[in-house]
């Protein structure tokens, strides 16, 4: 199941411009994680340093014990054949059709005849949604389908790895939510890791099994979800419940003056809001990596703000999912 992929002390700099320092969190076997930062922050940096597209300054990117961050080109070849990207926009070739676009990496990377290649890319096109439109141009396309293409192309290999740099930019909140489903049912399908970096706020709520923050050249906090929505550090809860106030501001980071004005004019962060039920696959089964609603809260002794867990239809999901589990066991899933 999965690949785990241990990031240990990670630095990178663009001459003398630190992006970020020391840099370290595991991205558990088979789990969807979320990286959160204000732009700028170095997300789209840091997904390129852990495919090897770019090289760190020090530290350490572990998997199945080979350090990518520090090995030689043949074995970064053999690496980043475990990954699959989708890059912002799908970065599909203009001059070739949704088809070829998707079938690419298998004619570059395989020795697999055009029937068996056809055999992979209709597999992945049925499983994003793309069928009927193999034929069509990126140009003539709309933006949600090209990051859907993307995606078909990030899959072919069969990737232990996947990461997604801002998915749902550009897509309308309807577009995001069904873009969120697959991802979940593909987690479920696949139980490959995923790395998600994402500016939506819903999603970072509801998708990941793991949150984490870049801001001010350094990693915040990576943790379990329920440990960043019910964390009440300054920045994590100022960015995960888009918040004015807090350390992050309009431009830079907000100076001491303004932060004193704020606390004068006594403007406390309210409440916590509820943590809401995580987006299930669209099938009964439940992901292999994820874990009960409350768990990680009870475990160290935290208690939930009002309201958490329970869905638009009123029900409490720290009693629902049981019920799945039981159901799923049942038929033998
Ligand atoms: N190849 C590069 N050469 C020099 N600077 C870069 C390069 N790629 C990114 N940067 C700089 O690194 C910083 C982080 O960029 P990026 O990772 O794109 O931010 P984010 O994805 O969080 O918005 C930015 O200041 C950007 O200008
Ligand atoms: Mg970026």
Redesign the pocket.
Known sequence: MGVEVVVEGLTKS?GR?V?WEDVTLTLPAGHICVLL?P???????FLKTLVGLLRPDRGHIWINGHDLAGCREKRLYELRRLFGVLFQDGALFGSLNLYDNVAFPLREHTRRSESQIRRIVMEKMELVGLVGAEGKFPGEVSGGMRKRAGLARALVLDPEIILFDEPDSGLDPVRTAYLNQLIVDLNAETDATFLIVTHDITTARTVPDDIGLLFRRELVMFGPREMLLSSEEPVVRQFLNARRHGPIGMSEEKDVAELEAEARLGREPGRLPPIPPQLMPSGTAVRRAQRPPGVWLAENGVTAPPGSFVDEQGRDWREEYPRLLAADAEAGR
Not at 39 to 45: A, C
């Open positions: 663009f411009q992006v930062g732009s700028g922050t170095g997300k789209s940096v």
